[in-house]
């Protein structure tokens, strides 16, 4: 596609429920990012992959939060037990490359919006 | 942690006026330092970015200066126009880290006639 495409744009849940956000990168970017954006703030890093792999994991708050990247291309961010902290913009980037940032440009989806009622 | 301190929050300047936003940071190891923009409902979009071995860097109305010893950079819209009516982070990342950014937490723009 044109750009990073993330669906569903917008997600309403319970408390407790489970969700899966899917991010589709930018053919041919071999990095994807997932960052989570509060009302009000910048965007705060979760999650990186570099191909298939995680490479970075470390900005996930707790262990309800799962990303998987199986083939390479398209990925999944799985929230577990949602909570109403929880609720926030989920975005997603990509890049052609993740050992440099300045060659890396970072280019986002729209993001989905996830509410936890 | 907040890493990366930005101000304002919000700023309003008229058509044709200098728009000036600025961060600071705390980490020294901080090598990258771009400029996103964002509108409602869209994703940020790189601006422009700058590395530490240059103090200024310009494209078109959009500069960044950068003082390495104040830890701050600041970002300058010339001309402002009501379409540069959105909001802005600034951002930094670390060698051997990608593009794993610390934002700020925006400053909100308005353009006014």
């Known amino acids: 596609g044109a750009g990073v495409s993330q669906t569903p744009s917008n997600k309403v849940t319970e408390k407790g429920k489970y969700v899966e956000l899917r991010c589709d990168p930018i053919s041919g970017h071999t990095a994807l990012y997932w960052y989570r954006q509060s009302l009000g703030q910048g965007p705060e890093f979760l999650i990186y992959f570099q191909g298939t792999g995680a490479a970075d994991d470390s900005g996930l708050p707790n262990d309800r939060f799962f990303a998987v990247r199986p083939e390479g291309s398209v990925s999944t961010l799985k929230i577990q037990r949602t909570e109403r902290g929880d609720s926030a913009v989920y975005l997603c980037?990509?890049?052609?490359?993740?050992?440099?940032?300045?060659?890396?440009?970072?280019?986002f989806g729209e993001g989905s919006r996830l509410t936890v009622l | 942690q907040q890493q990366v301190k930005q101000s304002p929050q919000s700023l309003i300047v008229q058509k044709g006026g200098i728009s000036i936003i600025n961060c600071a940071y705390e980490n020294t190891a901080f090598d990258y330092f771009p400029w996103y923009q964002q509108f409602p409902g869209k994703g940020p979009a790189l601006l422009i970015a700058i590395r530490p071995d240059v103090s200024e860097k310009k494209e078109g109305r959009f500069t960044i200066s950068f003082n390495k010893s104040a830890k701050q950079f600041s970002l300058h819209i010339m001309d402002s126009q009501p379409g540069d009516s959105a909001t802005y982070f600034c951002?930094?990342?670390?060698?051997?880290?990608?593009?794993?950014?610390?934002f700020g937490t925006g400053t909100r723009l308005q353009v006014t006639l």
């Open positions: 980037a990509s890049s052609f490359a993740g050992g440099s940032p300045t060659t890396g440009e970072l280019f």
């Open positions: 951002a930094a990342s670390s060698p051997g880290t990608a593009s794993k950014l610390t």
